[in-house]
Structures are given as C-alpha cells and as structure tokens.
C-alpha cells in the first residue's frame, strides 16, 4: 500500500476512533446493556432527542391514520422510548428482555387482519429477508392498517456519510434484497429502504400489491448530524441547541443533497380514502 494511502487510511480509523461515543466502549452491540446506553445517550441530548421526537410523532401520526382496532407493534424497539409517547405500543425485539415480547419480523405471531400499525425506527436495513416481512405484513395488517419506518436516506451525503463514518454497511449496488445475517445488529445493509422503495420499486408493488406506497418523505439532518446521533460523541454544548433547533427550518432546502434519514409510510389496501399518511415530502432518486 503506498504511503500516502496508508497515511489516509490511518488518520480516518484514528478520527473514527476518537468520534465513537465513550459509554458504548465494551459494549456488544445488541446487547441489553447497549440497548440501555444508547437509550440514555438519547434522552441526555436535547437536540438528538428532538430529532426522535419529531420522528415518533410521524410514526403515530400514521398510526392515527388506520382504522382501529387492532395491535400496534414496534419492530425491533431496542432502545426506543415510543411506548412513553403511546402506551398501548406492543414493543418487541429480537433480542429477549429488551422489550414487551420476543418478535421476528419475518414470522409474527398475530391473528390475520389483526395489526393495525407495524413501526420501525432504523430497524427495516437490519431485516435479512424483506420479502418475508412483507408477506406476513400484508397478512397480519387490517385494511387500512401501515408499515410505518424511519430509514437511512440516499442523498448523496447520506451515501457518503453512512459508507465511511458508521460501522454498519451501506450497499446500494447490491442486486439482491437478502442478505445472510450472524449478527442482528451489524449484518445489514443500510442502503436496503432506497434499493426497495426507490430503485426496484416496480418489482415491490407487483410482488406485494396489498401494499401501497404512500409516504416518502426527507426528514430534518443537521440536528442529528451535529449531535453525534447514537454512536459518536455529542460536540455541541447545551446551550447551542434552541438556536439549532431554528436552523433545520433554514436549511429545509438542502435535504435533497444533506438530508441522513426518510420517512417512509406503506398502506394496506382497503383503506377509506380519509385514511393517508403524514404528507409527502421532496424524495432523492
């Protein structure tokens, strides 16, 4: 390797080193006590924590929008804290005692027509077989009833953010949906939402034609950018983050290029036609 490649290389693993967030160290990924860590992480940071909040709420808007009754289940909750914004939540993970019940997403165990709201909060990349999950997702919904995630986004700083600065893989020149998994939290692929909803959206709809599309929206970046997310370190003081809150407004018009994360709503058909999701928002091909 020639020497300025292996200066490079050494400088970007040393600055990846230094970013990680201290109270993850010695942690196993999907472990409870990570779960735990970066739950708090969240909680600590009042801009990071908006940006959660913000998402939660679309995620129940949708939520609100499919007819009752019926169970709401998060997929892969983690360290969420949905269930405080709504209580009637079913948390589930795949990992046990981290939430209300043991769920895989590929075979769920509910009635059919018995779901009202599937929720996924940068949980749908992790999922190794997708069409499974739409299968039993087009089987257990109601009518009317949604998939609703937030997922990584494809802008080009996206692509460039999630390939060289997060330890989880970004393929999106992958031709295939699947991927073989050992390891629920870093076997993934985080370009998998685009590859499905996007670029081979043609072949989702005539695979699942029960499902529609009806959200896709970019969602506000430079908070969770700046904050550190979960897994790097926070820079910003406390003090800075009203006045950062402000600039998402002002910088609405770069998510095209900037935006890090989409919202994305999937109906069941039978739905009324007053029955829509959160409304759409601009979306990067």
């Not at 770069?254 to 109906?267: G, M, S």
Request: a positive charge.
């Amino acid at each position: 390797m020639p020497a300025v490649q292996f200066g490079s290389r050494l400088c970007h693993v040393t600055m990846l080193a230094w970013l990680k967030e201290p109270s993850l160290t010695g942690l196993r990924p999907g472990s409870l006590e990570f779960f735990a860590a970066q739950k708090a992480i969240i909680l600590k940071r009042p801009l990071l924590k908006w940006c959660y909040d913000e998402w939660y709420e679309r995620l129940l808007r949708d939520v609100r929008s499919a007819p009752p009754p019926g169970i709401i289940l998060e997929l892969g909750s983690g360290g969420s804290y949905l269930k405080d914004r709504e209580p009637s939540i079913i948390t589930s993970d795949v990992v046990e005692k981290v939430a209300d019940r043991v769920i895989d997403a590929r075979q769920m165990p509910f009635a059919d027509d018995s779901v009202r709201a599937l929720l996924l909060t940068h949980v749908f990349h992790h999922i190794p077989d997708v069409d499974a999950f739409f299968k039993e997702a087009q089987r257990v919904l109601v009518p009317g009833g949604v998939i609703s995630m937030i997922e990584v986004a494809h802008t080009p700083f996206a692509r460039f953010f999630f390939r060289n600065f997060h330890p989880e893989p970004y393929d999106d020149g992958c031709r295939e949906w699947a991927f073989a998994q050992n390891d629920s939290m870093m076997d993934s692929n985080q370009a998998l939402s685009w590859m499905v909803f996007v670029r081979d959206r043609a072949e989702f709809e005539k695979r699942y034609p029960a499902l529609k599309i009806e959200t896709l929206s970019l969602l506000p970046w430079f908070g969770y950018l700046i904050s550190g997310g979960v897994t790097k370190r926070n820079l910003i003081p406390n003090f800075m983050n009203r006045g950062l809150v402000g600039m998402e407004h002002l910088l609405k018009p770069l998510a095209p290029v900037f935006a890090l994360h989409w919202h994305i709503c999937i109906r069941k058909s039978g739905a009324s036609q007053s029955q829509t999701c959160s409304p759409k928002g601009p979306v990067l091909g």
